[in-house]
């Protein structure tokens, strides 16, 4: 014991103007050393690429590379683990270290047995609940071994259950010293490295009823500015030799990542007050003169950034008549991404096409219907 205690002493009288301060951070004269240690990581269960989560345990294997040969007696190793914490109950010793690397990695706690072969370890904050324990591996010689640890990639290996991270998120710097060398790596504890960027973009969503070549707004009842669309049937009044047509576009723009649906709702019928108009069946007829029909022709158009696909009750060719008389919200189209149409834009639009003829017997009067329609958006 007294020639261990006295190899220790001489191996801290060599180190010159060499001390540990309470945070972990080795300070030292540079000229005292011939290179660096590089390299320096740490890895294990609970650990990738230097960084684990706070108060957590992990199994820490500390790794480096030492630019120098460590062949004499009395020399050393010591490894900082600072951002650690030894669990509660437990005390970090030469029991819970593996050593790699050196041409004998045995190790013994201090005091151990002087020259026989296997390193001493002294393991300062090494008890229940200390921070950042420091480990110093003293190489030791016997009669017939030299001890040696060659340049290059040494590991210290830490039991499982010994120890676990800070509970406060900080890049800890993880010294490395030897005889002839330092360095230091990072342990990033928490998210202290890490650089939450944000920013944000408004909702955008605008739905306009547009003239069917989109150069305008559709005109409104009377020519006013306020108050419904007028979709006016031409030719008017209606006969038995013509179709009579009108058309307006739907022009819906978004950011909606997940798109819109646009439903309609109608008022009832296409009715005087006492005759409702027949509607063009579901599964899509084309209304012809002289046969008293009326509907709508569906043209979805397409969307930028989305596939269009027609409510299930439009399904069709793009010049099918369809029942247009539903008094609920239904469908009418909807997309599955965003809409961005150009401030003139037969592509990114719906047109719709009203349909109506007449027969000898379609009672007389004037006929109304009321669409409204309105817009799902999802964000």
């Not at 010591?78 to 041409?103: I, Y």
């Not at 904050?125 to 003293?138: A, E, F, H, K, Q």
């Not at 190489?139 to 676990?164: E, F, H, I, K, Y």
């Not at 993880?174 to 920013?199: K, P, R």
């Amino acid at each position: 014991m007294r020639q261990t205690t006295q190899k220790i002493k001489r191996v801290l009288a060599s180190i010159t103007a060499l001390s540990v301060v309470a945070t972990g951070v080795l300070v030292f004269a540079p000229s005292a050393f011939a290179g660096p240690v590089t390299n320096v990581s740490v890895s294990g269960t609970g650990i990738t690429a230097n960084s684990a989560a706070t108060n957590t345990s992990v199994t820490p294997t500390f790794s480096f590379q030492t630019s120098n040969n460590l062949t004499v007696d009395g020399q050393f190793i010591q490894v900082t683990m600072n951002g650690f914490v030894v669990e509660t109950g437990q005390t970090l010793d030469a029991s819970d270290l593996t050593l790699t690397g050196c041409s004998t990695n045995s190790l013994e706690g201090t005091p151990g047995t002087a020259s026989n072969g296997v390193h001493e370890v002294q393991v300062t904050n090494g008890n229940s609940g200390n921070s950042n324990p420091v480990v110093l591996i003293t190489l030791d010689a016997n009669g017939s071994t030299q001890p040696t640890c060659n340049a290059g990639t040494l590991t210290l290996a830490v039991a499982s259950g010994q120890l676990r991270t800070s509970n406060t998120a900080d890049n800890y710097a993880m010294g490395i010293l030897t005889s002839v060398d330092a360095g230091a790596g990072l342990f990033y504890v928490g998210d202290e490295n890490d650089v939450f960027v944000t920013g944000s973009v408004e909702a955008t969503l605008s739905f306009v009823i547009r003239n069917s070549a989109d150069t305008a707004d559709q005109a409104n009842v009377n020519g006013g500015t306020v108050g419904p669309n007028l979709c006016q049937l031409s030719p008017n009044p209606m006969t038995t030799t013509n179709l009579s047509t009108c058309a307006y576009r739907l022009k819906v723009a978004t950011n909606a990542d997940s798109g819109y649906t646009v439903n309609y709702q109608a008022s009832g019928g296409f009715t005087n007050g006492n005759h409702v108009m027949n509607n063009a069946s579901t599964s899509g007829e084309n209304v012809t003169a002289g046969t008293e029909d009326y509907g709508v022709v569906l043209t979805q158009g397409s969307a930028t950034g989305g596939t269009v696909t027609r409510g299930t009750n439009f399904t069709g060719t793009a010049t099918d008549t369809f029942y247009f008389a539903a008094t609920t919200a239904t469908a009418v189209y909807s997309s599955n991404g965003p809409n961005a149409p150009a401030a003139t834009d037969t592509t990114n639009t719906a047109l719709i096409t009203h349909e109506a003829a007449i027969q000898a017997d379609t009672p007389a009067g004037v006929y109304t219907q009321t669409v409204t329609y309105t817009v799902a958006p999802q964000f």
